[in-house]
């Protein structure tokens, strides 16, 4: 089974910076992209990062580029999420994610982490 377990959130003043870390296991990882995405209360889940198995290809959505850095150690089976200068609208559980076997998106899930920024 995949397992995806998020940390690293927490509650932050406006300008501040937090790093989210997500673990994985249970299958090998080699060749599967990994992403970010967050919801906000009553908002839909939203893409925020993702990174290629070589982590020489990233994506941001635009309201991030420029203020978050995702990485990933593929010795370790994570992925990381730099956030810097966050913003209030940032605040959002935090989830990350893999791709399926099949590549066809994005399938197996973390439980999230809150972030909160306040003003």
């Known amino acids: 089974q995949v397992q995806l377990v998020e940390s690293g959130g927490g509650l932050v003043q406006a300008g501040g910076s937090l790093r989210l870390s997500c673990a994985a296991s249970g299958r090998t990882f080699s060749g599967y992209a990994m992403g970010w995405f967050r919801q906000a209360p009553g908002k839909e889940r939203e893409f925020v990062a993702d990174i290629s198995w070589s982590g020489s290809i990233v994506s941001y959505t635009d309201s991030v580029k420029g203020r978050f850095t995702i990485s990933r150690d593929n010795a370790k089976n994570t992925v990381f999420l730099q956030m810097n200068s966050l913003k209030p609208e940032d605040t959002a559980v935090y989830y990350c994610?893999?791709?399926?076997?099949?590549?066809?998106?994005?399938?197996?899930w973390g439980q999230g982490t809150q972030v909160t920024v306040s003003s």
């Open positions: 994610a893999t791709e399926g076997s099949r590549r066809t998106g994005y399938e197996y």
